[in-house]
């Protein structure tokens, strides 16, 4: 609690100055889960919790029955469970920028956190109706939803991150033939979202260099 707590402090800092996630719509948008939410102000809330993809938004029901609604804009972080048995899931509000250096706050899971941390949020634009061989093969459904990668390093601003090898490489320059060895060696793909966890755990654990550099734009 006291670590969810403190992360959610540094990275309000940051703002001010500058594994099963595959769910249906109807179940992102209709399911409440248990879980506590940590407002602008600082307060904690504990009750419900339910978030709603479309419209990149929160919902808290409170133990006395009453439904608060939060954008990004209202809300520092949130966390539920959604099973007894799997870890929670945390989403942080983060200054995202738009276009021409302008930053609106956008709600993004946390997949792995560390010195370069793992996002993602996801989207529900390209429901599969036909499938193709690519979508059959990964075991995708209809109305799953998909995903966007993000990276967020000492410089506190979130990169897009658009799977590829080479610009995966590029956020991990400093150690990018140690993270190429490893992806060789455990048959890992720069698309696939537990894979990506991995990368960026190992990546992570290695010690750290002076040549390291902050994150660049695409």
């Not at 703002?15 to 407002?39: C, D, E, H, I, N």
């Not at 945390?90 to 276009?99: G, S």
């Amino acid at each position: 609690m006291n670590n969810f707590l403190k992360t959610s402090t540094f990275l309000t800092i940051l703002f001010l100055t500058t594994y099963s996630f595959s769910v249906s719509a109807q179940q992102w948008s209709r399911t409440w889960y248990p879980g506590q939410l940590v407002g602008i102000s600082g307060d904690t809330l504990k009750g419900d919790i339910r978030y709603d993809i479309e419209n990149d938004a929160v919902q808290i029901k409170l133990p006395d029955e009453r439904v608060h609604t939060y954008s990004g804009k209202k809300v520092l972080a949130f966390e539920f469970q959604e099973h007894p048995r799997r870890s929670k899931r945390r989403f942080y509000a983060l200054p995202y920028e738009q276009r021409n250096s302008f930053f609106t706050s956008r709600l993004f899971e946390v997949l792995y956190e560390g010195k370069l941390t793992l996002l993602c949020r996801p989207y529900m634009e390209h429901i599969v109706t036909n499938p193709t061989r690519e979508d059959e093969a990964s075991g995708k459904k209809k109305n799953d939803p998909y995903y966007e990668y993000y990276f967020l390093g000492d410089d506190g601003i979130v990169h897009l991150y658009r799977p590829r090898l080479g610009r995966l490489l590029s956020f991990m320059s400093a150690k990018h033939r140690e993270v190429r060895n490893y992806m060789k060696q455990h048959h890992l793909r720069y698309d696939q979202m537990r894979d990506l966890v991995r990368i960026t755990a190992y990546y992570n654990a290695l010690p750290a260099s002076s040549k390291e550099q902050s994150l660049q734009p695409e």
